[in-house]
């Protein structure tokens, strides 16, 4: 009516209607929770709402799982970056980094490790979009950061890659949406927002957190948005996988090869080489002599472990005190590959990158450590060799200590002369490495490397002609004091030493001791030696009884006390035979055992059995030795040990048994609290009347609690069984801490290997040299521990699904790459399917939407563990690459899939139920073979192979039960097994200069395509008509004196055709004239009616085609309609991709869409 | 990359049987060399012969190959497949000579485990049935091994002539438990079997009687039973034997055995079984020498945590299949002295389990 627009409503802002909103509001808040709102209103109500809670309260709970990484010092998450190329992977990275470090790198390349709380590190690591780096990268992650383009939505490799996370154990994921302010209408942007959550937590899970990353400014992401997810990052919890729960792991985030320069000048770079890996140990303990499998390149050997000092330490005490001292160690970062501080390490070159113009007086720039170090270098006048000529050197003039030599050795010219020019790379390298860290611990390094170098020199150990130069000092730099090899020598021989000498008291205490075991071996004193010459003669009253009870006792006490033998030294690094060993060898004689185990790399060997004891048996029962027995026969000896059954009561207590008698009584009250007495060091007991009196009251303790825990609440003793299992795996986890806590390094790590979170050097032999040659610091290099079942090979049966996004069936006998395990391989399944639990029956094409078997010849994977299967892992692959995804169910050294083999014979010869059988077989060992068989017409007729016939071939005689017609075809339904070939072809990307295109075996098909090679044609093989000729029955003859005795119903009644005409025929019909006329005017009007007919059919004919006409016109507007529709579309598109394209050259980064 | 599954040697005859059980459980390829070479008769024995055919047959693709003087095997083992088996023990060695090396197998099969064996049943070498069902399989309990693990001795067969027959059932189960027995406790009960086959039946209760005059004094729980086997279950020669066993409160079991020998009268291999088992108590810990070297090899293949077990000093061949433990497996174990008893002889053994887990079993 009136245009004027309307006023918009303006609430009030005061006045009673203002107040009256603002107090309802503030109400609201008050009050917070109304319970009134939520008490049930009814009684089953109030029922359903419990037992509602209590069903919410049990899907909390999941299966207990035990946690293998140590609380205390757990090695760093690991954080991947994940998503499609452009999407602003590594400008998260970066602002990432800076957030937690306050550094900016330019260049960042393998893993970032830095330190974001008092107990956690976080190691970033970007994934580019190689399908090989996703299945690696899926497969250690323990965050995944999904980085989805806002603007353009979900690509494929996004869900490529969620499917792979899915098989191998679901990490935490946190989507993050970047590229949003590409979207300019608030509109678009929440509704897009919006669409892509949905799909997003459908992928994951109801509720997965989902962050959205506006625009980048200053090429990051805005502080705030970082920030938070840095936050969400900080707070994630982590439940451990089942797979990477057992098997260590580590992710390397540096390499280095150290095989000697001249063996790879003289191979041209083409022999094995020795490379070590440095990084986190992650997953279970790593244990020396265990295979390691490197995705990418294969099965390696460890040759050594060794702990370094870690790179990126958590904050502790003291580091917090000198942290305001030294505002720089805060901020650790921990990128060997990447461009800390302007340094960054190439493979044999180290750049710096100088912000600005730069030159060497310049003090106005700021000198970074890494161009300080240069300028050093470039300061150096001297070689080294002239330096070390004097007795002390400074290497660079801000070294703040001086190297020292002793200056004794005079005599090493020759020697060192080969080492020297290593040295000076040496030190330099060192220099580079230590660079992150701070000056002092430099120094330390040279130190410690000096100091190694002498030793090197006076300790005679032989060098190993390897070993010059490099390999030895590699090995110490960073090296935890206490377990450099220097160190681990020193070690040995101290303990050897205190060995001797507890064997010396072992050897005094030998006089009075005297057990039977020890006699036959050892050279008895002559106390003993009497004792039983007298004990053999005085045959009545032999001596050796007269004290026995005293001596006995004493003996026991004795050798109690004071015979304390090192038997883990004594068994693990020497190498006495096992006999010497418990029978006390001499002292010489150890000693002459431990200088032989001197070369203590292959300390463990076997002992050649002596060719006198070969009749020795293998047997449990040890042989009785009757003087021992005879000890027995004594009164006192028997009483001595009453206190070892229940009824000795604790009367013994004195005899230094206290604890024992204590711990047995303490077993019936509660074992638990036994075992942790037993873990408690007694007090030695010096006065046994206090010791007693303590052991009493502890008892007491524990009754006294013990009751008031059940008199208090008896329920709270029975727990239920999901905290029963939480509360024995703390208690065990407890007591693995516990049991080795005072156990020297070098020692612990024999026997319980590297724990989770230490920093190791690995050294791996016999890598292919492709892996130096073509290392690419943006594909992760992982280093998978594998079990010893892992390392065998067999045929595995899994359960598979074809992926339902994969458009094709899978074909058995085609070859499929599988992610399992660690492992990526290529081999050939065949699919099966349980028929009827009777046999497993090869299927020729995966079934739709349906598990099936297949069994593959590979590497062993233990049941249960989950995979997916590929086709193809080259980028230009249309269509969704995940072909299959399973789990493991079985494994074996036979397969048993078989399948249907028809064989199809003729009769020949007909008797009643019997026929000849002939073109089933082709000899008469064949249907030996097959006699008793069972048989089939194709008409039903059951039967049976009985034997064969002698003329011809493979003919046979068999009975049915109806009689067979010669027309009938017979067939027999056997069973052919089949093997899986034996196929195994591990991907070897990591090895390729071009990583991304690895080709497996090709498909037949694929090869012929390829070379452009026509399908060969076998002439029985094509398809022809099929001519039946029609069939021709013989007429049924009945013999006549049959037919004469037939009743007339059943006679054939058989007639001749007419031969003479009929009736009608003799006659000519003559018509009347009327009927003529009759006969006429109808033909007329048939005439008529044809004609009309034509004339009608015609116009139908030309309706139609104008019909067609016009239709033919419309569609031909609509189509210039669509026409002119795409070409907006592609417009809009072309702009879109163009400015796409400017964007990233503007930031000056690579490839949108380039794969 | 070539894959060669890992190559272990070793030289001599002595301890072959734990070092096949080792390389069948980690898979490793073994070699043995030297076996009786300079001997006057070289090479295998019969029973090492059976056994290696009875390995055979437990397991799936198993190559054994046998050098022509017989004096080097190799062994590529498979996988361990157990199912309803038989076998004929030669009649140099006693059942429990075989028995052993498939108690430690068994666990780790893919189908639970039906050996019948065919032998001689009790003799002075190693552990008779009794002892085995009796003191071995109850070690295997604290594994968590237990559900229908059963020996069941069906004849009883004396050497030299033999004629028993036992029936081993075992189940199959994923994983070992832990192990953290450190509490020797106190002997609560005693237990034995005597047997007297083809021989006087009173020879059982004159063994009992002489044993019983010993023990009486200590506990009042002590049974002795009297087994009898009649006609064709009692074996093809005569022979009587007494085993006895001691549990203590935290039931460890300790063990001991006496065999007829000619010309003794049974009373005096009564006390010397008696005598066995009271220097066997004397010794002390939570697992007798018998079976140390199983216990040993069922904590290194528990789960990566820590087990521990006191036990006494190592016998010789413990020692040395703690050796070859550490070749396979590359586990070694702490030994050392119990702290918290000042002066004691026995030892506190703790490993670090490998985590091994039954990868035979099946799925589904």
Request: proline residues 5%; glycine residues 8%; contains cysteine.
């Amino acid at each position: 009516m009136d245009d004027r627009p309307h006023k918009a409503h303006r609430p009030a802002q005061s006045g009673a209607k203002a107040e009256k909103k603002n107090k309802g509001k503030g109400k609201e808040k008050q009050h917070g929770f109304n319970e009134k709102a939520f008490a049930p209103k009814s009684g089953r109500r109030a029922d359903r709402q419990g037992r509602r809670n209590v069903e919410r309260d049990q899907t909390r709970l999941h299966v207990p799982l035990v946690n293998r990484t140590p609380d205390d010092e757990p090695p760093p998450v690991i954080i991947a970056i994940v998503g499609p190329p452009g999407v602003g992977k590594t400008t998260l990275l970066k602002s990432l980094v800076r957030r937690y470090t306050k550094q900016i790198l330019n260049d960042v390349k393998g893993p970032v490790t830095v330190v974001s709380g008092k107990k956690r590190r976080l190691t970033f690591i970007e994934c580019n979009n190689d399908l090989n780096s996703m299945i690696d990268i899926g497969k250690i992650a323990d965050l995944v950061l999904l980085m989805i383009d806002g603007s353009f939505g979900f690509e494929m490799e996004t869900f490529e890659f969620l499917n792979i996370l899915q098989s191998h154990g679901f990490p935490k994921v946190i989507g993050i949406l970047s590229h949003l302010d590409l979207i300019k209408k608030a509109a678009t942007l929440r509704s897009t927002k919006k669409a892509l959550k949905k799909r997003f937590w459908t992928e994951i899970y109801q509720g997965a957190k989902l962050f959205y990353l506006s625009g980048v400014l200053n090429g990051r992401y805005p502080d705030t948005e970082i920030m938070n997810l840095s936050r969400f990052i900080s707070v994630m919890k982590f439940r451990p996988l089942v797979f990477r729960n057992s098997h260590p792991y580590l992710l390397a985030d540096r390499l280095e090869d150290l095989t000697p320069r001249e063996l790879v000048r003289t191979s041209k770079g083409k022999c094995d080489r020795t490379v070590t890996v440095y990084g986190y140990v992650r997953g279970t303990n790593l244990r020396q002599g265990h295979k390691v499998y490197i995705p990418g390149v294969g099965d390696l050997d460890m040759q050594s472990i060794a702990v370094l000092g870690d790179p990126c330490p958590l904050p502790n005490e003291n580091s917090e005190k000198k942290r305001k001292l030294s505002e720089k160690k805060k901020l650790l970062i921990h990128a060997p590959m990447s461009d800390v501080g302007g340094v960054m390490y190439d493979k044999d070159a180290v750049w710096v990158n100088v912000p600005g113009s730069f030159t060497r007086g310049n003090k106005d720039v700021p000198q970074g450590e890494g161009e300080q170090m240069v300028m050093d270098l470039q300061d150096v006048n001297n070689t080294l060799e002239d330096a070390v000529a004097k007795s002390q050197i400074r290497l660079f003039g801000t070294s703040s200590k001086t190297l020292t030599v002793e200056d004794d050795k005079g005599s090493i010219s020759g020697e060192k002369s080969d080492d020297e020019e290593y040295n000076d790379e040496e030190d330099e390298e060192d220099e580079e490495d230590g660079e992150d860290e701070e000056d002092e611990e430099d120094e330390e390094d040279e130190e410690e490397e000096v100091d190694e170098d002498n030793d090197d020199d006076d300790g005679d150990i032989p060098r190993d002609a390897r070993n010059t130069g490099r390999t030895t000092h590699r090995k110490i730099m960073r090296t935890v004091p206490s377990s450099s090899k220097k160190e681990r020598e020193d070690v040995e021989y101290a303990d050897s030493d205190s060995d001797f000498g507890e064997d010396d008291v072992d050897e005094e205490d030998r006089r009075v001791r005297f057990s039977g075991e020890d006699q036959d071996q050892d050279i008895p004193s002559d106390e003993e030696a009497e004792a039983i010459s007298e004990g053999e003669e005085g045959e009545s009253i032999p001596k050796w009884k007269l004290n026995l009870s005293e001596r006995a006792q004493k003996s026991t006490s004795l050798s109690r006390k004071a015979r304390v033998k090192d038997w883990t030294k004594l068994i693990y690094s020497t190498n006495l035979t096992p006999e010497e060993i418990v029978g006390d060898k001499k002292e010489d004689d150890l000693k002459e055992g431990d200088n032989m185990e001197m070369d203590e790399d292959d300390f463990f060997q076997i002992k050649k059995t002596s060719s006198d004891n070969a009749e020795e048996l293998d047997m449990s029962n040890d042989p009785v030795d009757p003087e021992e027995l005879k000890k027995w026969e004594d009164e006192d000896m028997l009483e001595s040990i009453r206190h070892l059954f229940i009824t000795g009561g604790d009367v013994d207590a004195e005899q230094g048994d206290g604890g024992l008698n204590e711990q047995g009584v303490d077993a019936d009250v509660d074992e638990n609290e036994s075992n942790e007495d037993g873990n408690v060091p007694k007090p030695s007991s010096s006065d046994p009347e206090s010791a007693r009196a303590a052991a009493l009251a502890a008892r007491k303790e524990a009754l006294k609690r013990k009751f008031d825990e059940q008199y208090d609440d008896p329920e709270s003793s029975k727990l239920d069984f999901y905290t029963e299992k939480k509360d024995e795996m703390a208690r065990q986890l407890a007591l693995n801490r516990a049991e080795f806590e005072g156990v020297d390094a070098e020692s612990r790590a024999i026997v319980e290997g590297y724990r989770p979170g230490s920093y190791v050097r690995i050294e791996l032999a016999n890598v292919p040299a492709e892996l130096i040659e073509n290392f690419d610091p943006t594909y992760p290099i992982i280093v998978g521990g594998l079990l010893s079942t892992e390392e065998r090979f067999g045929y595995i049966q899994v359960r598979i699904k074809r992926h339902r996004w994969y458009t094709k069936t899978l074909k058995t006998n085609d070859p499929l790459i599988f992610s399992l395990g660690w492992r990526r391989f290529q081999t050939i399944p065949i699919y099966s399917l349980d028929d009827h639990s009777i046999r497993m029956r090869m299927l020729k094409y995966t079934p739709e939407h349906m598990h099936c078997y297949a069994t593959f010849y590979g590497p062993v994977s233990l049941p249960n563990t989950g995979f997916c299967a590929f086709n193809s892992l080259s980028g230009d692959t249309p269509g969704f690459r995940v072909t299959a995804t399973g789990v493991v169910l079985d494994i074996d050294r036979s397969v048993k899939i078989v399948k249907k083999l028809k064989l199809t014979g003729v009769p020949y010869k007909i008797f009643k139920n019997t026929a000849f059988v002939r073109d089933m077989f082709s000899s008469a060992l064949e249907v030996a073979k097959f006699e008793g068989a069972n048989i089939r017409t194709v008409s039903g007729i059951r039967g049976q192979v009985k034997k064969a016939l002698p003329k011809p071939d493979g003919a046979f005689r068999a009975t049915f039960e109806d009689k067979v017609l010669m027309s009938d075809i017979i067939f027999l339904r056997a069973w052919y097994s089949i093997q899986p070939r034996k196929f195994y072809n591990p991907v070897t990307s990591l090895l390729l200069s071009n990583k991304a295109d690895w080709t497996g075996m090709r498909l037949t098909g694929q090869i012929r395509r390829d070379e452009g090679i026509k399908t060969p044609l076998d002439v029985n093989s094509t398809y022809k008509r099929i001519e039946r000729a029609p069939r021709r029955f013989n007429p049924l003859i009945v013999p006549k004196k049959l037919q004469a005795s037939l009743p007339y119903a059943s006679k054939p009644k058989l007639m001749k055709p007419q031969q003479n005409q009929t009736y009608l025929q003799k006659r000519a019909v003559v018509m009347e004239p009327e009927e003529k006329k009759a006969v006429a005017l109808l033909q007329q009007i048939r005439a008529l009616r044809k004609d009309q007919m034509v004339r009608r059919k015609e116009k139908k004919v030309e309706k139609k085609a104008e019909r067609q006409k016009k239709l033919a016109k419309e569609e031909e507007r609509k189509g210039e309609k669509e026409k002119e529709r795409r070409k907006d579309a592609m417009r809009a598109a072309g702009q879109k991709s163009k400015r796409e394209a400017d964007m990233e050259d503007g930031r000056g980064r690579s490839k949108r869409r380039k794969t | 990359m070539v894959h060669t599954a890992s190559l272990v040697n070793f030289s001599g005859h002595q301890h072959l049987r734990h070092r096949l059980v080792l390389a069948i459980l980690t898979g490793k390829h073994i070699r043995i060399d030297k076996i009786r070479s300079e001997d006057k008769n070289p090479g295998l024995r019969d029973f090492e012969i059976s056994l290696l055919r009875l390995l055979e047959k437990i397991t799936n693709g198993t190559i054994i190959e046998i050098s022509v003087t017989g004096t080097a095997i190799l062994l590529k083992p498979g996988i361990i497949f157990g199912g309803v088996l038989q076998h004929d023990c030669p009649k140099s060695r006693s059942i429990g000579y075989f028995l052993e090396p498939i108690i430690m197998l068994a666990p780790f099969a893919k189908r639970p485990v039906q050996l019948t064996l065919k032998g001689i049943t009790t003799d002075e070498h190693d552990l008779s049935a009794d002892l085995l069902r009796t003191v071995t399989l109850p070690h295997l309990q604290l594994f968590g091994i237990s559900n229908g693990l059963e020996l069941r001795i069906k004849k009883r067969g004396a050497p030299p002539e033999g004629g028993g027959e036992v029936q081993f059932l075992c189940p199959i189960v994923k994983q070992l438990k832990t192990l953290n027995f450190v509490d020797p406790g106190k002997v609560k009960r005693i237990r034995g079997i005597a047997h007297a086959v083809r021989v006087n039946p009173q020879f059982s209760n004159r063994m009992i009687e002489a044993s019983r005059s010993i023990l009486n004094r200590y506990i009042p729980d002590i049974y002795l039973y009297s087994d009898v086997y009649k006609g064709d279950e009692s074996g093809k020669s005569p022979g009587y034997a007494l085993s006895l066993l001691a549990e203590s409160t935290t039931s460890v079991i300790h063990c001991a055995e006496a065999v007829s020998e000619p010309g003794v009268a049974p009373e005096d291999i009564g006390l010397k079984a008696t005598r066995q088992l009271l220097a066997e108590v004397n010794k002390g810990g939570c697992v007798d020498r018998k079976h140390q070297i199983l216990v040993i090899m069922f904590m290194v293949l528990g789960s990566e945590d820590v087990g521990r077990c006191r036990m006494g000093e190592p016998t010789p061949r413990t020692i040395q299949f703690l050796r070859d433990v550490q070749t396979f497996f590359g586990t070694s174990f702490k030994i050392v002295a119990d702290s918290s008893l000042p002066g004691c002889s026995q030892l506190l053994y703790s490993c670090y389990g490998t985590g091994y887990v039954n990868a035979n079993r099946t799925l589904a």
